[in-house]
């Protein structure tokens, strides 16, 4: 069983919707920003993207990948970050299902676009919040 999520973390992740995913393969990095939505229940994010691009491939071959999600901006305290790591899959089956309907109603536009769903699931989240002291940190680890 996995210990809760800190709120400040989940709040941070439903705020946003883009994420920066950092992959590797062949000792070769590559990044991509992904439109994604936060499936709280299954502690994942679910994004789109064709199997064909450079962050997909590197995924079939190796799935451990990292991302980040920050809040843009130059006022000091106000500095927000997540910083992932995780595993990166195709949704299959029933998780793609209800997957689908999921990020379909926080992107209905998605449906102009036939592309494969995604579902990363993370090992671990470091939220660093400035709000709530200078450089203060936040961990999640999944058991």
Known sequence: MNKIIDQNIIDFITEHHVL?????????PWCANCFYTYWNEENCFIFTSDTETRHAQ?????????ASIVLETKTVGKI????????????????KKQATLKY????PFAILKQSDLWILRP???KLTDNRLG????IIWTHD
Not at 104 to 107: E, G, R, T, V
Not at 134 to 137: L, P, R, T
């Open 104 to 107: 379909l109603k926080a992107f």
């Open 80 to 95: 927000q970050g997540l910083q992932i790591e995780g595993t990166l899959s195709l949704a299959e089956n029933e998780i």
């Open 123 to 125: 090992l671990q989240l």
């Open 58 to 66: 590197n995924t079939l071959k190796n799935p451990n990948v990292a």
């Open 134 to 137: 200078f450089g203060k940190k």
């Open 20 to 28: 920066t995913l950092a992959t590797c393969f062949d000792n070769k």
